[in-house]
């Protein structure tokens, strides 16, 4: 447990977001966690250095909307996590469609846990890197 | 009707030091949009923090940008120290504070000197590393390498600093100021630089805060917040205020960089004079904290014991040569984190070029691009 959090869900996510826009937060970032079943996504803001936190988890097959409607600058954070761990997130003000970070060539969702990664790279003609 | 063109910035460009795409909509020569496009070195960092143990992980994190290596290894260290409650000796964290400040001294001096670079200025471009080199030769001094240091460690920092490098370390700083003197008259007075950034790149105060910006980014729009402030390491004992500027402007950004740099010197004499004799890392027993085939016994250099493994999750912030860096640690009681999330200034500061750029000119994209300080080896990590 984080100091300052509170708990939201995806309905009631884009009404606690804008109420800290109007506050004079500033979004700081936002963190994916792969629990499993579930995706656990917490949302950093930040007024006079200190820190507020919104805690949100729900099913994977679950869509989420997109906070970039209060936070413009949330369009990144959010299409990093769709990319890396496959959250779905509706309505990101640019969205890069699976192609901002990882390529056709990369991993498909590195980030989530059943993807496992070794220290060795393999090459494209199964030598080693 | 103007017709629109699509100009591609990057990824490779003069003036950009790490690759980034901008896709530039003109009409004209004016930018109507832009959309920015990363991804060019992206190197799964925080899927590696996840394989590796949380010793190995200081190496890692270090090695995100070579430029604010030491800042993303104290970060990092600080989490791991708050979960576990380890308490760092008072001698290591003003190390801390003078390797930190080090290193936004040599990556100011990097910037001041691209900036004179992009708009042509070589002279003062060379001037200004010249300079840099004095403190790029007190980091080798002081920990065998340029760039990245590796002196920090979870409980502590792996070297000291002796009597004589301390003298050392002021001395270069007394020669630096001088050097530093001739370049802030020019920055100050030259027409060429006045013309090329004052009133380039505007970003308001509520802009600033809404796009989330931090750093000088963030400070040359009047935002007086400072990482610095949260008072980690030693800053909590030392006296200094965030340096501000109003404008917003590109002009702006350049006078706060170049005016930290001052503040990091007199930060660095501060902690060096309040540098008080004892252990550097906690509970100075010797362990290995590399893997077994490392070659050799540790050094005489201190390194830290510490017990046990992280078991929580905590946020580490500290103030970065670009602006808040931000960390959320989760560990498990094992020698694996569950989760390293990262997030460097530059992350935050990308979002402000679609305030900047529209409405300027195309010969004044570069100098935009430059102001927010972009390192892309740490927004892509």
Not at chain 2, 89 to 103: C, D, F, G, Q
Not at chain 2, 309 to 315: D, K, M, R, S
């Amino acid at each position: 447990m984080i100091d300052n959090e509170r708990t939201v869900t995806p309905e009631t996510l884009q009404d606690e977001v804008k109420a800290l826009f109007q506050g004079g937060y500033r979004l700081v970032t936002a963190t994916c966690k792969d629990q499993g079943d579930d995706f656990e996504i917490l949302y950093h803001f930040d007024r006079d250095l200190t820190l507020l936190n919104l805690r949100m988890t729900f099913p994977k097959d679950v869509e989420i909307p997109s906070i970039s409607g209060s936070y413009l600058a949330a369009f990144l954070i959010e299409n990093e996590m769709k990319e890396l761990f496959g959250v779905k997130i509706s309505g990101i003000a640019v969205d890069y469609g699976g192609k901002l970070l990882v390529t056709e060539e990369t991993l498909q969702t590195p980030m989530l846990k059943s993807v496992e990664v070794t220290s060795v790279a393999a090459s494209p003609d199964g030598g080693e890197e | 009707m103007s017709r629109q063109t699509v100009v591609p910035f990057g990824p490779q460009h003069p003036v950009l030091p790490e690759p980034v795409q901008l896709k530039l909509v003109l009409e004209d020569e004016k930018v109507v949009s832009v959309l920015p496009a990363i991804g060019y070195c992206h190197r799964g960092v925080e899927k590696a923090g996840e394989i590796n143990d949380i010793h190995q992980n200081v190496f890692l994190v270090e090695r995100i940008c070579g430029i604010c290596s030491f800042t993303h290894a104290l970060c990092y260290c600080e989490g791991i120290e708050k979960i576990m409650g380890i308490e760092v000796p008072t001698r290591a964290k003003y190390l801390r504070v003078v390797w930190s400040e080090l290193h936004r001294i040599h990556s100011h001096l990097l910037w001041l000197g691209l900036l004179a670079d992009a708009f042509g200025f070589e002279s003062l471009f060379m001037q200004i590393w010249r300079y840099r080199e004095m403190v790029m030769d007190v980091l080798e001094k002081t920990s065998g390498h340029r760039f990245i240091v590796s002196t920090c460690i979870v409980g502590g920092v792996r070297r000291d600093i002796g009597d004589e490098d301390l003298d050392g370390i002021l001395s270069t700083l007394k020669e630096l100021e001088k050097g530093l003197d001739k370049v802030a008259s020019v920055i100050y007075k030259d027409y060429t630089i006045r013309k090329r950034c004052i009133g380039v790149g505007v970003m308001s105060k509520e802009q600033a805060i809404q796009l989330g910006a931090v750093g000088p980014t963030a400070r040359g729009s009047g935002v007086a917040q400072d990482a610095r402030m949260l008072g980690y390491a030693a800053y909590a004992d030392l006296k200094f205020e965030p340096v501000v500027e109003t404008a917003g402007d590109s002009y702006a950004r350049a006078v706060v960089r170049l005016r930290e740099v001052y503040q990091s010197i007199d930060l660095v004499r501060q902690a060096i004079d309040r540098l008080t004799a004892g252990e550097v890392a906690a509970d100075g027993a010797p362990v290995r904290v590399w893997r077994e085939s490392t070659a050799g016994a540790p050094s005489s250099d201190i390194v830290a014991k510490v017990r046990g493994f992280p078991n929580g999750e905590v946020i580490s912030r500290v103030e970065q040569p670009r602006g808040e860096c931000f960390y959320y640690i989760k560990g498990n009681g094992t020698k694996n984190l569950e989760r390293l999330r990262v997030r460097t200034p530059t992350y935050a500061n990308i979002p402000t070029l679609l305030v900047t750029l529209p409405g300027c000119n195309l010969a004044d994209v570069p100098i935009i691009t430059l102001a927010i300080d972009p390192c892309f080896s740490c927004t892509e990590r």
